[in-house]
C-alpha cells in the first residue's frame, strides 16, 4: 500500500484517485463499528462506552495508515524551520471524503453556545445615514440633509428619521430587517444628550445589552442600535473595540459638541465625508453628496491615477478632490470646527498559531458555524447568492449539515460557457435539496451602467458590478436579506496569484527595498528599461507580490504612458510613490504581504465597495460570514501552507467541507465572476461603447489623450487586441463625468 508523506504544501488533487487496495482495507475494516467513514465530530446519541471504543478504532486505523516517515504528521504551528507545520491528506471515495488524518488530541469539534432569540421585539437596521455639523451661525440647512436623505431612498425605503439642533442635523433612511413596525431612528440616550443614526448590524448586540442594563442603563428598545449610545456613555471612543459586526455610524454629543463617526474594521459598510472650510458634511453614498452644491468639484489625479493603474481608489482618496472617504477601522472626530481622523483597528501583528493542524480544523468549523448564527438572527427571509465557487457553497454545506437551515439560493448565469457557473451551483442546489433561482444575463446587462454610474457616485472599474447588481434584483424578489460569501479568497488564500513556487517564497528578499520600489514603480508606469516588458515578466517572477498591486489588464506598463497626460503622470507622482513605498513596507514574507494588501486595500476599497452599492441599490442587505472579524483573525494567524500549495488555493476550506460537498463543486476551476465584455464590445454593443466612450469628456482631457481611447476601441474592435477591462474602464469614467460634473 502506498503511503503519501505530507510536505508543508501538500496538495490533495491526487486524492481524487485513490489505491484501489486502501479501499479494500478500509472497506474490510468497516465491519468493526462502521470504522470507514466515521466521523470526527462524532454523533450525541452514541452511547459514551460504544464512542470511546469507535474512536478507538478509528485512532488504530489512522495511525496505521499515517504512520510518520521522517517527521511526526502533525508537527506543531511553529514560526522556525525546524517544526513546519503539516496538513494532513484526504481521501476521496464517491461522494465523501474520508479522513486518513489523525485528529488524535482533539477528537470531538469545540462547540459554542449562543444566546436564545429574545421574545421581545429585536432591532436591526441596513440603511443609510447622512448629515452635517457646523458651528451655530444661524443657517438653515435642514432641507440640504433632507435632499441627501432623499437621495439615499433606495437604501432605505421602509422609513426615514431627522435629527436637529442648531448646528447639527442627523438623517437616516433605514430597511427593516428586525422589527418590522418599530424603532425609529435617530436614537438617543435616556437623558437625550446623545443621539446617533446607524448604518449596519452589531451581531453581538445581545451580550451587549445584557452587560450595560447590569450596569444600570434603561433601554427603551430591543435592537443593536441603542447600545450604541449606552456604549458610548461608558467607554466613550473605545466603544469601538466592544463592536462585531457590520457598520457605519453618526454620534453626536451635544454636551461636548462633538461628532463622532466610525467605520467597521473591514470596511462592510461606507461613509463619505466633505471637510468644507469649518463645516462637515457626510453621507453612505460619494453621489448625494455630488448632487449638492457644496463646493466646485475637481478631479482627483491622485484617485485618477490609481483608478487607472490599479482599477479601484485605494484609502481615503475619492475621484473628487474635495469628498474623501472614512477608511475601515477609523474613527473621526470633529469639534469646534477641527476634524480628526484615527485608526483603531489594525491587521498586522497577530502571531502564528501554535497547535495541530485538527485542532485549527475544529476551531475554523467552530468560528464559521458561530458567524452563520449571528447573521441568521432576522425577522425576514433569507436567502444566499450561490455561485460555482468554494466559498459560496462552504457556506451552504455548513447551513445545511451543519446548523441544518435550509435558505433559498439564487445564481446568475450566461449562455457563454466560459463564464456560466449556473450548472455547478444547480447540482449544489439539488444535492442539499433547496430551492435555488437562476437568470440568465445577456447584453440587456449594459442598460445597468446609468445604474451603476449613479449609485457608485464615482467611477467603479469592476465590470462584476453589472451581474452583481442583477443577481442582487433577482434575490431582492424573493428575500430581503442574503447571505454572501465574499472574503473567502481574501481570508482562506483562494486567488491563483497565491500559489507560488517554492523558490518564489524567497526570492524578494534578493533585492534591496529601494531596489524593488524603484522596479515596481517602473514597471507601474512603463518607464525605462525597467519597464520594459522583458523586466515586466521576469519581476512577476521574481516579485511575484506585485500580482496584488496592479494587474496588466488595466493601464500598468507602456500603456500608460500612451493614455496618460503629461500632467496626470506629473500631479500624481508622488501618491504613487507613496503607495509603492507603503505596499513594500515591513518585512513579511510574499504570501503574507499578498495577503495583507488584499485584505486592506482591494477588499475594502473595490470589492465591498461593489457589494454595498449594488445590493443596497435594490434595498437587499448582503451579509458575509468570511468577514466576521475574529474568523478573519484566525485565518490571519494560520501557516501559508494549510491556506495554499503551487496548485490549489483555500486548502483548509476544501478539507472542513470535503465531506459534504458534490463533487462537480470540489473539482470545479477557479473563475472570476464576470461577464463577456471583449465578446459585446465586438458585437451587440459595439455602437453602445463608442457612444459612451467618445468624445472624452472636458474635464477628463487635461488628463487622458482622446486619440488613445479611440485607438484601443479600435484595435479591440477589428480582433487585434483584447482591451476589455481597459475600455469599460474608460466608458464608466467618461460616463460619470457626464452624470456629475459639469465643464
Not at 474635495?322 to 489594525?346: C, D, F, M, N
Not at 455548513?398 to 449562455?415: D, E, M, P, W, Y
Amino acid at each position: 500500500m502506498r503511503r503519501h508523506t505530507a510536505g508543508s504544501r501538500a496538495s490533495t488533487n491526487f486524492l481524487h484517485h485513490p489505491a484501489r487496495s486502501l479501499r479494500r482495507l478500509i472497506s474490510l475494516l468497516s465491519t468493526f463499528g462502521a470504522v470507514a467513514g466515521v466521523r470526527l465530530q462524532t454523533s450525541r446519541s452514541i452511547k459514551p462506552r460504544e464512542r470511546d471504543l469507535g474512536d478507538l478504532r478509528l485512532f488504530v486505523l489512522v495511525r496505521f495508515l499515517t504512520r510518520p516517515t521522517n517527521r511526526p504528521r502533525h508537527a506543531a504551528c511553529a514560526s522556525n524551520d525546524e517544526s513546519k507545520p503539516v496538513r494532513p491528506h484526504f481521501l476521496l471515495e464517491g461522494n465523501n471524503l474520508t479522513r486518513v488524518a489523525a485528529l488524535a488530541s482533539k477528537p470531538i469539534s469545540r462547540r459554542f453556545s449562543f444566546p436564545s432569540r429574545t421574545s421581545k421585539a429585536k432591532r436591526q437596521f441596513v440603511c443609510g445615514i447622512a448629515g452635517y455639523v457646523a458651528p451655530e451661525d444661524g443657517l438653515d440647512r435642514r432641507p440640504l440633509l433632507q435632499q441627501m436623505t432623499q437621495a439615499l431612498r433606495h437604501r432605505g425605503p421602509d422609513d426615514e428619521g431627522y435629527f436637529a439642533e442648531p448646528g447639527v442635523g442627523l438623517a437616516i433612511r433605514r430597511l427593516s430587517i428586525i422589527d418590522l413596525a418599530g424603532s425609529h431612528q435617530p436614537i438617543s440616550n435616556e437623558d437625550e444628550t446623545v443621539h446617533v443614526v446607524f448604518n449596519g448590524a452589531i451581531y453581538n448586540y445581545l451580550e451587549l445589552r445584557a452587560g450595560l442594563e447590569e450596569r444600570g442603563h434603561r433601554l427603551k428598545t430591543h435592537g443593536d442600535t441603542e447600545t450604541l449610545v449606552h456604549l458610548y456613555e461608558e467607554h466613550g471612543i473605545d466603544m469601538l473595540r466592544f463592536l462585531r459586526g457590520m457598520f457605519a455610524f453618526a454620534l453626536w454629543d451635544s454636551r461636548k459638541k462633538t461628532l463622532f463617526l466610525a467605520r467597521d474594521r473591514l470596511g462592510k459598510k461606507p461613509l463619505n465625508y466633505l471637510a468644507a472650510g469649518r463645516e462637515l458634511y457626510f453621507c453612505s453614498e460619494l453621489a448625494p453628496l455630488l448632487n449638492q452644491n457644496l463646493a466646485s468639484w475637481e478631479i482627483n489625479p491622485n484617485a485618477l491615477a490609481a483608478y487607472l493603474l490599479l482599477g479601484f481608489v485605494p484609502g481615503s482618496q475619492t475621484m473628487v478632490r474635495q469628498i474623501k472617504r472614512l477608511p475601515p477601522a477609523h474613527y473621526l472626530i470633529w469639534h469646534a470646527g477641527e476634524t480628526k481622523v484615527q485608526r483603531y483597528w489594525s491587521f498586522r501583528g497577530a502571531p502564528k498559531v501554535q497547535c495541530s493542524y485538527g485542532e485549527v480544523l475544529d476551531e475554523v468549523r467552530a468560528k464559521l458555524d458561530e458567524s452563520l448564527r449571528l447573521r441568521l438572527r432576522s425577522d425576514v427571509p433569507l436567502g444566499l447568492l450561490l455561485s460555482g465557487g468554494i466559498d459560496s457553497n462552504a457556506l451552504l454545506a455548513r447551513l445545511v449539515r451543519g446548523l441544518g437551515q435550509k435558505v433559498q439560493a439564487f445564481t446568475i448565469g450566461f449562455s457563454e460557457k466560459e463564464y456560466d457557473e449556473s450548472s455547478i451551483a444547480q447540482a449544489s442546489a439539488r444535492h442539499f435539496g433547496i430551492e435555488h433561482h437562476v437568470l440568465i444575463g445577456n447584453t440587456d446587462l449594459l442598460q445597468l451602467l446609468p445604474d451603476v454610474v449613479r449609485y457608485y457616485g464615482e467611477p467603479f472599474a469592476d465590470k462584476s458590478a453589472l451581474p452583481t447588481m442583477l443577481v442582487c434584483e433577482l434575490t431582492r424578489r424573493h428575500v430581503k436579506v442574503a447571505l454572501s460569501g465574499d472574503g473567502g479568497d481574501e481570508a482562506f488564500a483562494g486567488y491563483p496569484k497565491y500559489r507560488l513556487k517554492t523558490w518564489q517564497h524567497h526570492s524578494s528578499v534578493w533585492f534591496s527595498s529601494a531596489f524593488k520600489e524603484r522596479w515596481t514603480l517602473a514597471s507601474m508606469r512603463g518607464q525605462g528599461w525597467l519597464g520594459s516588458k522583458a523586466m515586466r515578466n521576469l519581476r512577476r517572477r521574481v516579485l511575484p507580490e506585485t500580482h496584488s498591486l496592479f494587474s496588466s489588464e488595466f493601464f500598468s506598463g507602456r500603456i500608460y504612458q500612451r493614455i496618460s497626460t503629461a500632467t496626470l503622470r506629473m500631479q500624481s507622482n508622488y501618491f504613487l510613490n507613496g503607495l509603492v513605498s507603503e505596499f513594500w513596507s515591513g518585512t513579511m514574507e510574499p504570501l503574507e504581504r499578498m495577503l495583507h494588501w488584499d485584505n486592506t486595500q482591494p477588499l475594502p476599497d473595490s470589492l465591498l465597495v461593489k457589494l454595498d452599492i449594488a445590493s443596497m441599490s435594490r434595498s437587499l442587505e448582503v451579509r458575509s460570514p468570511f468577514l466576521d472579524q475574529e474568523l478573519v483573525q484566525l485565518c490571519a494567524r494560520l501557516p501559508g501552507a494549510w491556506k495554499v500549495d503551487d496548485k490549489q488555493g483555500k486548502l483548509i476550506l476544501r478539507d472542513l467541507v470535503a465531506t459534504d460537498l458534490p463533487l462537480e463543486v470540489l473539482r470545479a476551476r477557479k473563475r472570476g465572476f464576470s461577464v463577456p465584455l471583449g465578446q459585446w464590445w465586438r458585437n451587440e454593443a459595439r455602437q453602445q461603447i463608442r457612444e459612451g466612450l467618445l468624445p472624452l469628456h472636458p474635464v477628463l482631457r487635461p488628463f487622458l489623450n482622446e486619440s488613445i481611447a479611440a485607438e484601443l476601441l479600435e484595435e479591440h474592435q477589428a480582433g487585434r487586441a483584447n482591451h476589455a477591462q481597459r475600455l469599460w474602464n474608460l466608458w464608466v469614467l467618461n460616463e460619470w463625468a457626464r452624470m456629475f460634473l459639469r465643464s
